[in-house]
């Protein structure tokens, strides 16, 4: 017998028993289905016998480990069902990206995807979900387990584990099935029940619950301007031969990484010179809006666009709405008491329109700089006044929400979104959050700039990450230019300045558990140094270096 303490109470269970049988008897006191436990501050999988006495924490689908165990073990279902389909058995299936909380999954091999084919993939899913199946997971030596997707034609896990350190890796069987995941699974095929498999573009959607949701489908929402941006990502790193991580190990093992910066750096570059193009060609513009989530690059991205509207004989001028917030003991509190930095209400929204429809109207205005260390307002001789010529380039999280700027001409506006829309995958069944690589991007910028620590950046991420959801993601499609600040070769470069941060992080802190999890994540990248890069590049802003104030 094993003493298992669950709160304030002690249960006696049977040896061999898994966690997933203790969940079993503690469902009823929580509002949806269990999905994980902390053990002695350990995370496990609910498939995990319960070895010796511990203490025991269940996580559900609405934590973020729970919500991502539910994705990955329904990705794993997906990939059976679409090998299982007639005619898909040697198809080459890829997840591409995430639109909402839809997945793109691209089908490749010269398959046409309709709704007939997707209907046919769901079907099956839908059979495993029903038949309740063992999701069985095995440590295999690396050498065997490399065989073992050879033969199953996954040459993207090959090459990934031609790098791998460790002498073992962990894989997924599914009725005979076999697969790699990075992270956690959930025990059996019956607990994912949520899903709708739909045909989108030349590829499919696996559309899933929102983790606040976890047992409610919410409707698929196209977004036809941010799968253009990413759908154009991932093929430029098709063009170079650069899938995945393994394709990228490759290029610094060969020596060819050099080409491959200087090639991504002229393709950002090409794209910046075509917005500032499309500016320049509009008449009556004088307010370009920036917005985009935190660490995207928004300021190395504005000074490289200014520079650019320059060479169209435009004079650019930077204005950061950060600057029109209200003074610190007028700014909103959330529902824990802490100021609230990321609502428009923590903004001057009146005083910022009044400045600029006086700026449209030719006079000359004082405009504000905001103290961070004070907390107020301060006026200190910025005084613009705008010519035929001048052009206004404000940054801001709230620069697409017609909210900000309500008194201003929409003739008068051209709004750009950005962000660093992560297209490298691990392998093709794993792909990189775009949240994991600004996360490694601000916790890098925060030590160097501001001496944070790793642990007070990810403490502050979910309260980042919920403000993004409220004001800036959802006014991404009303964005006249989209623009991805990621480079497919960035977080090989954040490597050697993640990784230290990280591992100060000691196992008794909570933070310890996602620490964890982004060294795992880096381990699968070689490093690489940054004196290759271009002192204007936008990873500079995170790395240092920059040429630019950021």
Not at 125 to 139: D, P, T
Not at 234 to 244: F, L
Not at 339 to 344: G, K, S, T, V
Not at 369 to 388: A, D, H, Q, R, V
């Amino acid at each position: 017998m094993a003493v298992v303490t669950i709160g304030n109470e002690k249960k006696e269970v049977a040896a061999n028993s898994t966690f997933e049988d203790l969940a079993v008897e503690y469902q009823k006191d929580y509002d949806c289905p269990i999905a994980m436990v902390f053990a002695d501050g350990h995370m496990k999988e609910l498939s995990k016998k319960i070895e010796k006495d511990c203490t025991v924490k269940f996580l559900t689908l609405k934590d973020n480990a729970g919500h991502k165990a539910y994705v990955r073990t329904a990705t794993l279902m997906l990939m059976k069902a679409i090998a299982d389909t007639p005619g898909l058995s040697d198809a080459h299936a890829k997840v591409e990206f995430t639109i909402g909380n839809g997945y793109y999954i691209d089908i490749r091999d010269g398959v046409s995807v309709d709704k007939a084919l997707a209907d046919a993939i769901e079907k099956r899913m839908r059979e495993l979900s029903e038949q309740n199946l063992e999701i069985i997971k095995r440590a295999y030596p690396t050498k065997e387990a490399v065989e073992l997707f050879h033969k199953q034609g996954m040459d993207d896990k090959v090459k990934l584990f031609k790098y791998r350190k460790s002498s073992s890796i962990n894989v997924y069987e599914l009725d005979g099935y076999y697969d790699y995941f990075y992270g956690y699974m959930l025990p059996k095929t019956g607990y994912v029940k949520h899903f709708e498999v739909l045909p989108y573009e030349d590829g499919l959607i696996l559309n899933l619950p929102d983790k606040m949701k976890p047992e409610e489908l919410t409707e698929f929402k196209p977004r036809t301007k941010l799968f253009s941006t990413l759908k154009q990502a991932d093929e430029w790193g098709d063009k170079m031969g650069v899938d995945a991580v393994g394709d990228l190990n490759d290029k610094i093992c060969k020596g060819e990484i050099n080409d491959l910066i200087l090639v991504q750096e002229a393709f950002q570059e090409r794209r910046i010179g075509e917005i500032a193009k499309e500016i320049a060609e509009r008449p009556g513009i004088k307010f370009i809006m920036i917005a985009g989530p935190s660490s995207s690059g928004k300021t190395t991205f504005s000074h490289r666009l200014s520079i650019q509207l320059r060479t169209y004989g435009l004079k650019p001028h930077p204005i950061a709405l950060d600057d029109y917030f209200v003074d610190r003991e007028k700014t909103p509190r959330d529902e824990n008491g802490d100021y609230n930095f990321e609502c428009l209400e923590a903004l001057d929204v009146e005083l910022f329109n009044r400045n600029m429809v006086d700026l449209l109207a030719g006079k000359e205005v004082h405009l504000p700089t905001f103290n961070f260390m004070t907390g107020k307002s301060e006026y200190k001789g910025n005084i613009k006044k705008l010519g035929p010529d001048d052009v206004l380039v404000l940054e801001g999280i709230h620069g697409l929400n017609d909210k900000m700027s309500y008194a201003l001409p929409n003739e008068s506006k051209y709004k750009i979104y950005i962000s660093a829309l992560t297209t490298l995958n691990i392998d093709d069944h794993n792909r990189i959050p775009t949240t994991d690589g600004r996360l490694l991007r601000r916790m890098v910028r925060d030590a160097r700039t501001r001496g944070a620590s790793a642990k007070r950046t990810i403490q502050m991420w979910p309260s980042v990450r919920k403000g993004e959801e409220e004001n800036i993601f959802p006014f991404q499609e009303q964005a006249d230019a989209f623009f991805n600040s990621a480079s497919i070769y960035e977080l090989a470069a954040l490597k050697q300045y993640a990784e230290p941060l990280l591992y100060e992080i000691g196992e008794d802190e909570p933070e310890y558990h996602e620490a964890k999890r982004l060294l795992k994540f880096l381990d699968y990248f070689l490093g690489l140094g940054t004196d290759q890069l271009p002192n204007n590049s936008i990873v500079r802003e995170f790395a240092g270096g920059s040429c630019f104030p950021v």
